[in-house]
């Protein structure tokens, strides 16, 4: 390619609006992802096995509920049309977020206290997870909130900010001697970081946002009452279908396993983060507009559909040939294993990759009712994985082979079927919206 040309086709995506938006983006992300990835070889020198279990076992709860703890109602704040109703979505949000996180946080007290085989501190896990939802029902409605704005450097900055706190405090606890609780406390601190700039550019509506009265949150989510309904509870399925695989590793197998599961599950989500989620912002926003003007986002699905495409496809060759290597030169003798659940999971994650990022198209073109549904059959792949392996007495080899060929499967319909609503128009009020 010629100087000139390449000098054009900078030019042209540095024009392209979408290129700017995920660039913002995904810069700040970049740099958050390399201080997680830069300290995660000092963690598997620094703490036990069982302590980066332990701590992959508190974060079960809050992965699970983390983007169901709004009830849904934060992607409201997105969409909503009348900016006057925005208030009483922001407010619904994040008191709907403060009733789920105790809830939750009293249940993961009940199950560790009673249930748990390895005699985790229940109380300690209990209060972390209390505390880490709440942060994160607050984070996601700043976040949305800033999303509607497209105050894309933003949420770019915070994710850096949370990401250099949560691996220094890790690093620092480490040396210190802290163990498990140390990795909890600098998880938890790390979420805070960043809240007060997120919120600078709705604290002028605070006032307004407080005075919204009861009666009018009722009313607000009695409109909005899919989202609860549809919405929130696929969001929660989906979690659940991934963060119960660590509850099944914790019953089959020995407890070493899931600190190398956790470790792969750590370098694969890196991708996700770094470019899916960042995606998933641009592509609620421009199809959500898309949508409102022409009835379908075609244009936007296809485009932002063979980006992922184009990334997902050399991505998953490298995991595949290179994890197990790279792995034990990264956190020292014995993590290989880490890395050969990497290259297991890895085609699972190239298209849980594309998939998460358009997902929200089925709110968009009014379908929770299909998405739920979907979100139930990737649920069902890990139960399904987890009773063959209990009854044939599998390996984790086989049992994480099961559960990535069977969610592989069940992500490819859900991209097929999400194209063609995306091609459709819609009739009616959208599943979620108001009436």
């Not at 609860?228 to 407890?255: D, K």
């Not at 080899?397 to 099961?402: H, N, P, S, V």
Request: overall charge positive; hydrophobic content about 50%.
């Amino acid at each position: 390619m010629s100087q000139g040309k390449a000098n054009s086709l900078f030019d042209r995506l540095k024009g392209n609006r979408f290129f700017r938006s995920l660039l913002t983006l995904s810069a700040g992300t970049l740099i958050a992802q390399a201080v997680t990835i830069l300290a995660s070889p000092l963690l598997t020198r620094l703490f036990t096995e069982y302590e980066l279990a332990l701590f992959a076992f508190a974060l079960v709860p809050v992965n699970t509920f983390m983007a169901s703890v709004n009830g849904g109602y934060n992607n409201g704040i997105v969409v909503e049309e009348d900016g006057d109703r925005v208030h009483a979505l922001v407010k619904l949000s994040f008191l709907v977020g403060i009733g789920v996180s105790v809830l939750v946080g009293i249940g993961s007290y009940v199950y560790l206290r009673w249930f748990s085989k390895e005699g985790y501190p229940a109380l300690l896990i209990a209060v972390f997870v209390l505390l880490t939802l709440v942060s994160f029902g607050l984070i996601q409605t700043l976040t949305a909130y800033n999303n509607r704005r497209k105050d894309y450097k933003t949420i770019a900055a915070v994710g850096v900010w949370r990401s250099l706190f949560q691996s220094l405090g890790n690093v620092a606890a480490g040396f210190a001697g802290f163990g498990a609780p140390g990795l909890l406390f600098s998880y938890l601190l790390g979420n805070a970081a960043g809240i007060r700039r997120q919120a600078r550019d709705i604290r002028p509506e605070l006032s307004a946002i407080r005075a919204t009265p009861v009666r009018e949150l009722l009313d607000t989510a009695r409109r909005n009452y899919r989202y609860p309904l549809f919405t929130a509870p696929a969001y929660l399925v989906n979690s659940f279908s991934y963060s119960s695989v660590t509850l099944f590793i914790e019953a089959l197998f020995e407890i070493r396993l899931l600190a190398y599961y956790a470790m792969s599950m750590r370098i694969l989500g890196l991708p996700l983060m770094l470019v899916s989620a960042n995606v998933g912002k641009i592509f609620f926003a421009d199809a959500s507009t898309e949508f409102q003007r022409k009835g379908t986002f075609r244009k936007t699905f296809n485009r932002m559909t063979l980006f992922l495409l184009a990334i997902a496809v050399p991505m998953g060759l490298v995991m595949f040939l290179f994890a197990p290597p790279l792995s034990r030169w990264a956190f020292g003798p014995g993590w290989e294993v880490a890395g050969e659940y990497i290259r297991i999971l890895t085609p699972m994650f190239c298209i849980r990759f594309i998939a998460s990022a358009v997902s929200p198209g089925y709110m968009i073109s009014g379908r929770q009712r299909a998405d739920a549904v979907f979100q139930v059959l990737l649920l069902a792949a890990s139960v399904s994985a987890f009773l063959l392996t209990r009854w044939k007495g599998y390996p984790i080899e086989t049992f994480l082979w099961l559960v990535s060929l069977l969610k592989t499967l069940v992500y490819l319909i859900y991209l097929l079927l999400l194209r063609r609503f995306a091609g459709r128009p819609r009739t009616g009020n959208p599943e979620g919206a108001a009436a």
